[in-house]
């Protein structure tokens, strides 16, 4: 099954339109080391499709994130949204509080027994976490 077989399965599966714009999208964030603006998606994806809007853009972003395809995330320093390709394992991220770069952190430092431990008391379901270490880049230091 090629590639693009995959995105279009995905997106069928998930009762979406399927239309090159949403493949590409896809492609482009499952491809993605760290999370993504729109403007960082739109920039990749009209180097693909000349007739792409920033507004198709966006709202193609919104129906990922309704549908459990893709993550939103806000850093506190920009502001600015970022989104990534939702998957089984997760990630997590430092980010330099100088110029926002983000790098994958490869392991994960939170057990499931201490994520529990802490809904429980709160009396949460866990459903997953996210954890960003913020600090400066060897370029800002």
């Known amino acids: 099954m090629s590639e693009k077989d995959v995105y279009r399965n995905i997106l069928a599966q998930k009762g979406l339109r399927v239309t090159d ?5 896809l492609k482009i964030l499952d491809d993605a080391e760290i999370p993504m603006t729109v403007e960082e998606v739109f920039t990749g994806l ?42 089984t394992e997760h990630k997590h991220h430092l ?20 994520a529990k431990a802490m809904c429980s008391k709160q009396g949460f379901e866990l459903t997953g976490h996210r954890l960003e270490i913020y600090g400066l880049c060897p370029d800002c230091k």
């Open 21 to 25: 714009v949403r493949i590409k999208v």
């Open 46 to 87: 009209r180097s693909m499709l000349s007739s792409v809007n920033l507004s198709t853009v966006y709202r193609t972003m919104e129906a990922f994130i309704k549908n459990g395809l893709i993550i939103k995330t806000t850093l506190l320093d920009d502001n600015k949204s970022r989104y990534e390709y939702k998957r």
């Open 95 to 114: 980010v330099c509080a100088g110029c926002n770069r983000m790098v994958s952190i490869e392991d994960c430092p939170i057990d499931d027994k201490y």
